[in-house]
């Protein structure tokens, strides 16, 4: 029964290709039209069956029409021929940095009976898939591949196309186990026998060729003239790939389903559990990116063991998780990441495309991009965010006129503390208000409704009570945190700009939020992003040219979140400095504060009700059971 779906599956999708075809032959077809008119209405002049000062007329536009169809035919075809596909930016895999792991892909590819992929390299995402990079411009040609359904005449007077590269989800390595993964590689590398179809790689080729020529077409900076000729090169490209989308969607529809049944054959039972370390895998990359990782690329470091990372956060999680008990027993299985010989290297290499596609970071480490260890996260990330936060915070406190109002227990009346702070963003009806304000007007609050990102951003979130440290400063996953809420987690937060928030806050939060949003984005302004020219290769031209990041985590903060932010770690700096707090690093929820080895909650909802209705009082009763002084001065950066 698997060999018959195989068939049907291969016979559906080499249809498909064909009727990809015909949409380039009709094409071809309506290119000719114009000179076979042309050449008829030649030969009827020749033989004198067609004379006259119309029919001579009539010779001479349609000779002239066919001419420019030709040329223009010509040209677009060069184009989609000649124009270079995008590729995926990827970690190459040299054979003789990973042997087994290239081992294991042939072993499986001979178990599959299918082409093996030529080579293999990692991409920073929890997903696996077969490349073809075929192209000229891509490498020159490898050996042909066997014709799975052509019989031996066609075989023998066609060759077959380039092997595709099999790119491979980098965590997927770290977290798996060696059979795990080879169970979730089966169906991707069976994928190759299909595409060594001669037809089906034909059609690939052209629909690629045609989005190609679409991309040449939008390139912008031209001059008129060639303007015009790419909108028509542009028109008629996206006319043929409208007229051929339903066919290639059904063709590679077809390819995956005659891989998927031939790869039955090869640890199904496997696979079914393989299928969940997947979704796991994929649901604490994306915390590890957007909690911890993100962070860091702000304040110009990168993370360089990210896939170590999310395997310590998701070990954590299923250690402490009673969903997760089931995972722990695997544990001691040899993981993928042995496959390769260098594992350290390739998971920075790694850690650093991930950084150039969610952020847009340089393409090389540099004084203003450098790396950073786990061990050294808190002290280089956490506090040094917390710092530049608080002084960012006084730097605009400083711009909008505000002036710290001295007291009795002030030891520096003009240092930066967190009392100015909260006197400045207190309303003074509040009933807990313990100081005045004495800035200047206050900017209005049109254009600044945002949303607190408070379970997040915030470092002392209270989703995640305290753990035990495994290194210095790095603090584990809670006994609360469940599977549940990472595979599934919650809706975000809409903002404070929704229609269903009645109250954004008071005039002087939003006159602060302001100034922060307008600082911060003179200082990103400075920041130089993308690669260099130096970093820049030919495989990631396509890619790297001023469109970093490709795939951004978030959404830019709204100047509400980056005033809970700013407060947030003006607080932090506060508890440091003056409480014996330390920065630590939760694996799930990235930044955060500890205050005797615990880790502080309930900070988040108190900076919102500073900040929305100006009532300092829920965070200053906090500040005082906490021990910590806000009319002491803090160290800046």
Same mark, same amino acid.
């Given at each position: ?30 290119? /000719? ?11 009827? =002049?020749?033989? #004198?069956?067609?004379? =006259? ?9 349609? =000779? ?12 677009? =075809? ?18 003789? +940095?990973?042997?087994? /792991? ?15 992929? +030529? +080579?293999?390299?990692?991409?920073? #995402? ?54 795990? !993964? ?17 037809? @089906? ?39 043929? /790939? ?103 290297? @390739? ?49 605009? /406190? ?87 809420? @990472? ?7 809409? $903002? ?19 100034? @922060? ?17 130096? $970093?820049?290769?030919?495989? +990631?031209? !396509?890619?790297?040219? $001023? ?46 504060? !500890? ?43």
């Amino acid at each position: 029964m698997t060999g018959i779906g195989v068939e049907m599956g291969a016979q559906a999708a080499r249809s498909r290709a064909l009727a990809v075809l015909r949409v380039r032959g009709r094409a071809l077809g309506v290119a /000719l039209l114009p000179a076979a008119a042309a050449v008829i209405l030649l030969a009827g =002049g020749a033989t #004198d069956h067609l004379v =006259g000062e119309g029919w001579d007329a009539a010779r001479w536009v349609v =000779g002239v029409l066919a001419v420019v169809v030709l040329l223009a035919a010509v040209g677009i =075809g060069l184009v989609v021929a000649r124009a270079r596909p995008a590729t995926s930016p990827t970690v190459p895999i040299a054979e003789e +940095s990973a042997p087994d /792991l290239y081992r294991m892909v042939r072993d499986l590819a001979d178990r599959l009976d299918v082409p093996a992929p +030529s +080579s293999i390299a990692l991409t920073p #995402d929890c997903d696996s898939w077969l490349e073809d990079r075929a192209h000229a411009a891509h490498g020159p040609p490898s050996r042909p591949a066997p014709d799975e359904i052509a019989g031996p005449a066609r075989r023998s007077r066609r060759r077959a196309p380039v092997a595709p590269v099999l790119v491979i989800g980098s965590p997927f390595l770290w977290w798996m186990r060696v059979g795990e !993964l080879r169970a979730v590689l089966a169906p991707v590398i069976a994928g190759t026998g299909p595409s060594a179809h001669p037809d @089906i790689a034909a059609a690939r080729r052209f629909v690629r060729g045609l989005d190609a020529a679409v991309a040449v077409a939008s390139t912008s900076g031209r001059c008129p003239l060639t303007r015009g000729i790419c909108a028509m090169l542009g028109w008629v490209s996206r006319l043929l /790939l409208r007229g051929c989308r339903e066919h290639a969607t059904q063709m590679e529809r077809g390819v995956a389903a005659a891989a998927a049944e031939r790869a039955q054959a090869v640890d199904y039972g496997l696979r079914i559990v393989a299928q969940e370390q997947v979704g796991l895998a994929y649901a604490g990359w994306d915390r590890l990116l957007t909690r911890v990782a993100l962070p860091a690329w702000r304040m110009g470091r990168w993370p360089a063991r990210l896939d170590a990372g999310v395997v310590a956060a998701l070990t954590e999680l299923s250690r402490r998780d009673r969903l997760a008990e089931g995972f722990a027993s695997r544990l001691g299985e040899r993981p993928a990441c042995d496959l390769l010989e260098e594992p350290g290297t @390739i998971d920075e290499a790694a850690s650093l495309l991930a950084a150039r596609l969610f952020h847009g970071g340089p393409a090389e480490a540099g004084p203003d991009w450098a790396p950073v260890d786990w061990q050294a996260y808190p002290e280089e990330v956490v506090d040094r965010t917390w710092r530049a936060d608080a002084a960012r915070l006084h730097r605009v /406190l400083d711009t909008l006129g505000v002036r710290p109002a001295p007291g009795p227990h002030t030891p520096e009346p003009g240092g930066p503390t967190l009392a100015r702070v909260l006197d400045h963003l207190a309303e003074p009806t509040a009933p807990d208000d313990q100081g005045t304000d004495t800035a200047g007007p206050v900017a209005p609050r049109s254009g600044t409704h945002g949303g607190t990102r408070a379970d997040a951003a915030n470092p002392t979130d209270e989703a995640v009570a305290p753990g035990t440290a495994e290194a210095p400063g790095v603090q584990d996953a809670s006994d609360t945190a469940d599977t549940a809420d @990472i595979l599934d987690p919650p809706e975000p937060y809409l $903002g404070f700009g929704d229609e269903d928030d009645a109250d954004p806050g008071t005039e002087r939060s939003a006159a602060l939020a302001a100034g @922060i949003s307008a600082e911060l984005a003179r200082e990103e302004a400075l920041v130089p992003k993308g690669a260099t020219a130096a $970093g820049q290769s030919p495989e +990631s031209a !396509l890619w790297d040219d $001023g469109g970093l990041p490709l795939f951004p985590l978030q959404p830019p903060r709204t100047g509400r979140e980056l005033l809970a932010d700013h407060v947030t770690a003006m607080v932090c700096c506060a508890a440091v400095d003056t409480a014996g707090a330390l920065p630590a690093l939760d694996w799930l929820d990235g930044p955060s504060l !500890l205050l005797g080895g615990e880790r502080a909650a309930d900070l988040g909802p108190k900076v919102l009700s500073l900040i929305e209705e100006g009532d300092p009082g829920p965070l200053r009763a906090w500040l005082t059971a906490s021990g910590i002084r806000p009319e002491k001065p803090v160290r800046l950066v």
